[in-house]
Nanobody, 114 residues
Framework: QVQLVESGGGLVQPGGSLRLSCVASGNILSVSSMGWYRQAPGKQRDVVATITGGATNYADSVKGRFTISRDNAKMLVYLQMNSLKPEDTAAYYC?????????WGQGTQVTVSS
């Protein structure tokens, strides 16, 4: 069984920063990619950032503000979020993709508000 556990969410003022962490555990034979998605109430779940090997990809809305990184040995993935905006408010979900399927974390809430 594969489990993903996120942490680091919370309440932050506009312009502030947060760092999300995700720890993966279980029998993971082959990792294709890891990343972060987010979903606000009434909105679809959209990709925020992914990392595949050393290659990273970002949604246009977060480019220049968010940075994804990964520690392969420890099965950790991070999302550094700077210059946060109210529109970044959402539940953020960690994911891990293998050749055969994707695994999801439970989500961690990020709220950007004054």
């Amino acid at each position: 069984q594969v489990q993903l556990v996120e942490s680091g969410g919370g309440l932050v003022q506009p312009g502030g920063s947060l760092r999300l962490s995700c720890v993966a555990s279980g029998n993971i034979l082959s990792v294709s990619s890891m990343g972060w998605y987010r979903q606000a109430p009434g909105k679809q779940r959209d990709v925020v950032a992914t990392i595949t090997g050393g290659a990273t990809n970002y949604a246009d809305s977060v480019k220049g503000r968010f940075t994804i990184s990964r520690d392969n040995a420890k099965m950790l993935v991070y999302l550094q979020m700077n210059s946060l905006k109210p529109e970044d408010t959402a539940a953020y979900y960690c994911y891990l993709r293998t050749i055969t399927r994707a695994y999801w974390g439970q989500g961690t809430q990020v709220t950007v508000s004054s």
